[in-house]
């Protein structure tokens, strides 16, 4: 009996026994665990529209005219472009727009300039990222309207003879992954997220904040059971949950909304595992820092309220000010729209997501650590 | 048992709430195998050293030991041997009572829990019960529970924060003697309560009166050292004799008692003095042995003068 220590397996089972013993006979929340995600999913599905600027655009230019230089420049005037790097070759210029570090690739081919005083109508291609719609469409339109109005100005200009109503080349947009740029199949993966983040965050928060009020706290802390086994043995259930609401809303997007997916399940519920145990874990974490739960409910919305606006949910990641997307990147919500972005409509594989996955751990890590200083150990 | 060794020892414990200074200066030796009762009005601090003690709370000033552990420093120590009862019922009304006894001994890691907890419920008849929620349970049946809990993982110091309000006499009985039966096996216990037949069933008793002790020693001592001269009437019209004497030097404290009206002062002359008059029939006096209760009410009296 003498095993006492940060963390003991046998008290940690103990906590987890109890905790599951808990939440079955608490029918109603766990009715409303359910519940919640299905009607948010049907109030939320729709979509809302926004007007980004500024997206990262990647040039593969094989042209140094006058033409190419004053599209480039019309672009970036337009305010909705701005140019990352210029490329040399297709598969760099593939990897940006996979990766998402650049959200438009625009191809100018060789002899662009040459084609055009000639007459022969070049074609200018621009690809975009198309996997959240209301980030593109309105850059697209401006592309248009920057492009027409460049060459008209340039050809007007020197080349007089040139200028006509036509348009001088051969406009063509292509919108990858998600061709017919249909909102729901963005909004519709990303609620999945929003979704886990209130409910998970929420369902934790009120765990400790619960045990203080109750007055079981009083006996538990005279226990030699660690915060560390209170705070994991707690969370532990609720990741079935998590995984409980995961499904639902994963069939509804399904079977509801009609929303294709590409990738591997398989994939998207073991990395989800991250963000479920992430998000339960800031849950905690407040309760410890909460008095009574109307504080800690009170902690999780305001949690929520950035989850909702900062990460890429509601309004483009990359229209946000700068200040908005740090504080975006250190909210987990933010990669987990990225990561099942990514799995569900470009079929990302492990190491694609890779990239997403380990922001989540390190924010969950920090939470856990976090969460362990701030338990209160006294009743003081 | 050989040369009696302090579970407790602790010396100037203080503890402050905002600019109230709850428990002050409290100085507290209990030996091994002690029965060691802890007295004191309400709001007097009792639940505040008790916390103090195991750790849920900690002191403002002050230190000593717990099981030779020190207070402030090794509670991780100490909190495995210690069975605390907190006055307020503080186990799962959600669990079951077996459920709540089983997730108390995983946590203590006690072996053979199936067989403990039976054992246990067993001994507190708590079988009727063993499968209805907790917090379903009548007043005195929680404070069953949470006894049965403090008791499973077979602690060396019990830490009783009134185990037995709203207990049945019976089972206040056996409560005692199973207390009793512990102590005989060398555990300690710290059992603060109100009742006065409680308080004469422990071996030393302490009084505490809004954060300061007043006294500290067995029984007996306690009634010498208050030297109370106490005189018993019985007769008629009782009632507004006690409020006539009530206000008469010398009389510190007046109460009925059945048909009796018990009267005491710590000034034994000016009480006779006092009291003379009333001598005459119908009315019969007669000087008894002081009760603990008018030392207790007394030193209440003068820790609020204070
Ligand atoms: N957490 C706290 N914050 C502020 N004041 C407190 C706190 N806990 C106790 N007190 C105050 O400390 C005083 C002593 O309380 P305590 O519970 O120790 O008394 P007690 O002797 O156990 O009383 P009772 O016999 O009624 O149980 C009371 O005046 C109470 O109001
Ligand atoms: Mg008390």
């Avoid at chain 1, 003991?8 to 906590?15: C, D, I, P, T, Y």
């Avoid at chain 2, 709430?17 to 709001?43: A, Y």
């Avoid at chain 2, 008059?277 to 008018?294: C, D, G, H, S």
């Amino acid at each position: 009996m003498n095993a006492s220590g940060v963390f003991s397996w046998r008290r940690f089972k103990a906590v987890v026994a109890k905790e599951f013993v808990q939440m079955r006979r608490d029918r109603l929340t766990f009715a409303m665990l359910v519940v919640m995600p299905l009607m948010q999913l049907v109030l939320f599905g729709y979509a809302i529209n926004s007007d980004p600027r500024h997206l990262p655009t990647a040039v593969l230019s094989a042209d140094n005219s006058i033409f190419s230089r004053s599209v480039t420049a019309a672009m970036r005037n337009s305010e909705y472009f701005d140019i990352l790097r210029v490329v040399t070759t297709r598969a760099e210029a593939e990897d940006l727009l996979r990766t998402g570090t650049a959200q438009f690739v625009l191809t100018i081919p060789e002899d662009f300039g040459t084609k055009i005083l000639r007459g022969e109508k070049p074609v200018l291609l621009l690809e975009a990222d198309a996997t959240d719609p209301s980030a593109t469409s309105n850059a697209v339109g401006a592309f248009k309207e920057a492009v027409r109005r460049a060459l008209d100005r340039d050809l007007a200009g020197a080349f007089g003879n040139l200028a006509s109503s036509d348009m001088a080349v051969d406009l063509r947009i292509h919108a990858e992954y998600n061709p017919e740029a249909i909102t729901q199949y963005n909004i519709v993966p990303g609620l999945m997220g929003t979704i886990l983040t209130l409910t998970l965050v929420m369902i934790t928060a009120l765990a400790i904040t619960r045990e203080t009020e109750r007055g079981t706290m009083e006996n538990l802390l005279s226990t030699p059971v660690s915060p560390l086994e209170v705070m994991i043995g707690k969370i532990l259930p609720y990741i079935l949950v998590g995984y409980i609401q995961m499904t639902l809303i994963m069939l509804a997007t399904r079977f509801l909304f009609n929303v294709p997916m590409h990738g591997s399940l398989v994939l998207i519920y073991s990395l989800s595992v991250l963000f479920i145990a992430a998000n339960l874990t800031i849950g905690v974490t407040f309760s410890t820092l909460a008095r009574n739960q109307l504080q800690a409910l009170q902690m999780s919305i305001f949690f929520f309220m950035p989850s909702m606006l900062l990460t890429g949910f509601m309004f483009p990641f990359r229209g946000m000010p700068a200040w908005a997307q740090v504080v975006g990147s250190i909210l987990p919500l933010t990669h987990y729209l990225r990561l099942v972005r990514g799995i569900l409509l470009k079929g990302d594989g492990l190491e694609q997501s890779l990239t997403h996955v380990w922001p989540m751990a390190l924010i969950w890590l920090a939470a856990v650590v976090l969460g362990t200083i701030f338990f209160r150990r006294t009743l003081d | 048992m050989n040369a009696p060794q302090p579970v407790i020892d602790v010396r100037g414990l203080t503890k402050i709430f905002g600019d109230k200074t709850v428990v002050k200066g409290l100085d507290m030796r209990v030996n091994q195998g002690e029965i060691f009762g802890f007295l004191g009005p309400n709001g007097s601090g009792k639940t505040t050293f008790i916390r103090m003690l195991c750790g849920l709370l900690k002191p403002d000033a002050g230190s000593g030991t717990c099981l030779g552990f020190d207070i402030a420093s090794q509670n991780d120590r100490i909190k495995p041997h210690i069975g605390y009862m907190t006055q307020r019922f503080s186990h799962y009304e959600d669990l079951t009572v077996r459920e709540n006894l089983l997730f108390i001994g995983r946590i203590y890691g006690v072996p053979d829990l199936d067989r403990a907890v039976a054992a246990c419920i067993e001994r507190m008849s708590l079988g009727r019960y063993e499968h209805q929620l907790a917090g379903s349970l009548s007043g005195g049946w929680k404070q069953r529970l949470a006894l049965s809990a403090c008791t499973l993982h077979s602690p060396r110091l019990l830490l009783l924060d009134e185990p037995t309000a709203g207990v049945d006499p019976g089972a206040r009985r056996d409560f005692w003697d199973e207390v009793h039966k512990l102590a005989a096996t060398g555990v300690t216990a710290l059992i603060t309560t109100h009742y006065m037949d409680e308080a004469e069933r422990c071996h030393r008793l302490a009084y505490i009166a809004y954060g300061d002790l007043l006294a500290d020693g067995t029984a007996e001592e306690l009634i010498a050292q208050a030297q109370l001269l106490t005189y018993a009437v019985s007769g008629p019209g009782l009632s507004p004799l006690g409020e006539r004497l009530k206000e008469l030097p010398g009389v510190d404290q007046v109460a009925v008692f059945g048909t009796n009206l018990h009267v005491s002062g710590r000034d034994g002359e000016a009480l006779e003095r006092s009291l003379a008059p009333f001598m005459a029939e119908p009315l019969t006096f007669r000087r008894i042995p002081t009760t603990l209760e008018e030392v207790f009410i007394n030193l209440m009296q003068q820790g609020r003068k204070a």
